[in-house]
């Protein structure tokens, strides 16, 4: 951050420094127990008595002094430059701790150049003995230069108790130092003997040929399995956060790790096969795959070893983007842009956005992501998604991604960075606000003077989401409305009538008509519908349907319903893909295979499979959905459970610019559905104001009994606690679709609310649930004269006022809730004097709208 940034997109994400460090990296090792070979060949050849041998060892100095001295020279200085302009903070803290070490292992280099000269030139000139002193000073300062580079190099990994006493010693002789040291040491004897190989096969004798290929591939072998068990030492010696990181969460580091382990028995056995195939034309090959799987092997190891910091470039002490952990807070305070040094936009205007956008993107992002390179590559993750999205992408990313370091800007810094990446670096999948053209609906018909009967009808949900699975191929879906109706006979004394009228709905769509008879339950009649119903094509997330009640085949009441659905989901703001509909609403193919992929690789699964193959992937098969009484497997979370305490990680609910809820749910006021059409969302109260914030909504399905002994459910639970706006001990488990919000915990005895939050008092099972509630006479449900649940009266919806009113409208022409304001005739033909329904039902309703 103090450093002008050296950009280098489709290179950077790490392959320019990993294209000249693997390289040099791999011949530095060759240079210790390339050291080690020669001398020791040599001896060999003194003891047998072999020119040949002898003949051999000076040939392969020159090949060792050139690759070693000039390529490996010439790599050193690349990695000194590509670190100091890629990493300039990190370079100067490793110069400045270990800034001896350093000196002593440009000693210990100077000693090899000068010793390995003199022992390429004085072949044959020197005395045996002092030629073998020259081999063992270049092999000992070689092995004392890798002493020192690995314990700075693993001091960046495990930094250990440096962090606390700042001490030279602490750092250099570090947690995992020892292992490291005979990890590289017998990594750096096989690699002798792989360029053993590439030497030995080229010797024209048959029999000396195939008496140094089998000599090499003691150098491969017995080291190979030395270094297996010095892999298992370091993994061991690995403090817990960075075993966690390669092992567990880091998800590029599977394939590394596997390919490590793999290849470990391929070289064994190609090593093997070198000492029995006799042919030079089938050992020559074999020999230069050998080296390719060596060079592999230590490539995938230092990918593993470098994945390990993350965050941090200094583990715990540095993070990737050169802020030091000890100034995050205050860099958070006062912005990146204005505590960077190389920047040109240090506030932001609406002027220059994009551009400071593009600052916040060099500094935050590309040092360790590239533009459009093979790693790291930002793009395809900028573009899916909204604008939205990924700024609650970017506030979470450090405990969703922990790989991934805190957001270091500051709140109008990080929307500013996600507008840039979706709309400016990429189109991401953000929309412009639909405009929704207003329809009006004609209630039924009712005449107060002559009418007998009438008819009151709701569903158990006033809106219920719907992922369109014959369409997405994923279906979560809530379970199909409940249609509920009572039919009244008028008079002095109303009557709820029961079996003896019959009473039948009718929902037509533009695509199905729906038909039925309810079935008389109690004081109501009920039916649900036997799936759920296809929304129209202009994307109105509602359908009608027509109730009626007859008697002796006679229709004596009517009504119209509104049946709210909305396929406005907002799975696209992170998993991207199109709207399947141009009205922007409805989940797409594309983003329903986006989110299978996750799925997969997060749990194993094989769904992204089956979906290919044409299959409809349902959720509830696996998690329980007490809304259709699915059972699921007893070993997962139910499907609430799982989505909501999943997701709670990822989504920012403290982002003042958005309701956490609306990222899924289709009530956001800008897109398709529309605003929360219920009568609190005209008061001000949103989702939380009933079920909590998305957190601690979150961890109340989390601490049901049942989930809690789930495994998978405690470590979400220990993942979002920490956002809990309560503690988690005070937040109440609850069961999903049973145990709901209390509408008498505002409510108290029906009296106005005295409070705004219904949270954490619920209801204990499905009939205390507001809509299978009674008035106090046991007789009128609460939703007849109400409304559906998100829905009261009077209900406010952008696409119709009336839509969400029709039955008031039809009996009382307002949008009231039936009787209010003493419109009691609506059922009674007298005046009446006393509150038979609930205290307050004769007072005048008090939130008005015009």
Known sequence: MNYPIWQLDAFGGGLFIA?????????????????????????KGLREGSAEILAYTRRHTKFFLLLTMVFGGLTGVGIWLTIALLSPAATSKLIHIFVFGWAVDWVFFLVEIISLLLYYYTFERLEPKKHLLLGWIYFI????????????????????????????????????????????????????????????????????????????????????????????????????????????????????????????????AGGLGMAILRPQNVQRPLAWLLLLLGFVQLGCFEFIREGGRRPYIIHDYMYSTSILKADLAETRKNGVLASARWIHNRTITPENRMEAGKELLNLLCLPCHSLGGPLN?????????????????????????????????????????????????????????????????????????????????????????????????????????????QVIERGEVPAVLGKEVQVSYRVKTDQETLTGTMTAAGSA????????????????????????????????????LKIGISTTLGCRNCHGGPWRQEGKTGLSRETAANILAAHDQRSKTRLSRAFADGAIITCRDCHADSSRDSQGLSERLNLSAAIHGFHAAYIDHTDPNTNSCDFCHGNNPHGATGKLEDLHGGLGLDCANCHGTMTDHSISLLKEEKQARIPHGGK????????????????????????????????????????????????????????????????????????????????DNPHSKEAGNLQPLQYQKNHYPIGADQGCAVCHTVAMEEEMHHPGSLGTFRNRVE
């Not at 294209?19 to 791999?26: D, Q, W």
Request: with cysteine.
């Open 19 to 43: 294209v000249i460090a693997i390289f040099h990296v791999y011949v530095s090792h060759f240079a210790v127990g390339g050291g080690l070979f020669l001398v020791l060949t040599e001896m």
């Open 716 to 795: 979400l639970l220990a993942l979002i606690a920490p956002k809990a706006s309560l503690p988690v001990q005070a937040i109440k488990g609850r069961s999903p679709w049973v145990m709901q919000p209390d509408c008498l915990t505002c409510h108290q005895d029906f009296r106005p609310p005295e409070t705004d939050s219904a949270f954490n008092s619920w209801t204990q099972d499905r009939q205390g649930l507001y809509a299978h509630r009674h008035s106090m006479d046991g007789v009128l449900l609460c939703t007849s004269c109400h409304g559906a649940p998100h829905s009261l009266y009077p209900a």
């Open 377 to 485: 590559d930002i793009l395809p993750v900028a573009r899916r998604f909204s604008p939205a999205g990924m700024r609650s992408f970017l506030a979470t990313m450090d405990t969703t991604s922990p790989y991934m370091p805190p957001f270091a800007g500051n709140r109008e810094e990080m929307a500013v960075l996600a507008d840039y990446l979706t709309t400016h670096l990429t189109q991401g999948t953000g929309d412009n606000p639909v405009r929704i053209r207003p329809e009006t609906l004609v209630p039924a018909a009712f005449n107060g003077e002559t009418d007998e009967y009438l008819i009151l009808a709701t569903t158990d949900m006033g809106m219920v989401l719907s992922s369109e699975p014959e369409f997405s191929g994923i279906d979560f879906s809530f379970a199909p409305p409940t249609l509920r109706a």
């Open 141 to 268: 300062s070689a092995l004392m230069s890798l002493f020192v580079i690995n314990g700075i190099i693993d001091f960046m990994l495990t930094p250990g108790e440096w962090l606390t006493d700042n001490n030279f010693w602490s750092g250099f002789f570090n947690p995992t130092f020892w292992p490291a040291l005979f990890f590289r040491t017998f990594m750096a004897l096989m690699i002798a003997g792989l360029f053993g190989f590439l030497t030995s096969v080229n010797i024209k004798d048959t029999t000396l040929r195939h008496n140094m290929v089998r000599y090499c591939g003691i150098w491969l072998l017995a080291p190979l399995v030395l270094l297996l068990a010095s892999a298992l030492w370091y993994k061991a010696a690995l403090p817990a956060p960075q075993q966690e990181m390669i092992f567990l969460v880091a998800p590029e580091m599977k394939p590394f790790l596997g390919l490590f382990i793999w290849l470990s028995p391929l070289i064994f």
């Open 525 to 560: 009649f009920e039916a649900t519908l036997p799936k759920m119903p296809a929304v129209s094509s202009d994307f109105r997330p509602y359908v009608l349907a027509e109730i009626s009640a007859s008697k002796n085949g006679r229709i004596i009441a009517a009504t119209k």
